[in-house]
């Protein structure tokens, strides 16, 4: 059985920052691909970014509303992926899910996910 638990979600005013972690029981992460995927109100859950698993060269995907301000790693001694969120704008207000897959293959479309978190919210006040 494989959980993913998130957190590091709260309240900041725009321009501030925050790290969400994404930890997992049940199974190691090192070797699957993990994303991230926001959700807002009356909003489709869209693909924030992703990090390949082990053996796959390291790659990296970060959607283009968050490049140059969003980061995702991963801490495998922890079997804990993060993502780094830096000045934050109220339009990055949602619900974060991680997610992970089967393989370690890194994708940016949610149906090839397997497993999903129950979501951390993040609240960007103007």
């Known amino acids: 059985q494989v959980q993913l638990v998130e957190s590091g979600g709260g309240l900041v005013q725009a321009g501030g920052s925050l790290r969400l972690s994404c930890t997992a029981s049940g199974r190691t992460l090192s070797v699957y691909a993990m994303g991230w995927f926001r959700q807002a109100p009356g909003k489709e859950r869209e693909f924030v970014a992703a990090?390949?698993?082990?053996?796959?060269?390291?790659?990296?995907s970060v959607a283009d509303s968050a490049k140059g301000r969003f980061t995702i790693s991963r801490d495998n001694a922890k079997n804990t992926v993060y993502l780094q969120m830096n000045n934050l704008k109220p339009e990055d207000t949602a619900v974060y899910y991680c997610a992970r897959r089967s393989i370690p293959f890194m994708s940016t479309r949610r149906h090839e996910y397997d497993y999903w978190g129950q979501g951390t919210q993040v609240i960007v006040s103007s």
């Open positions: 990090i390949s698993g082990s053996g796959s060269g390291g790659r990296i």
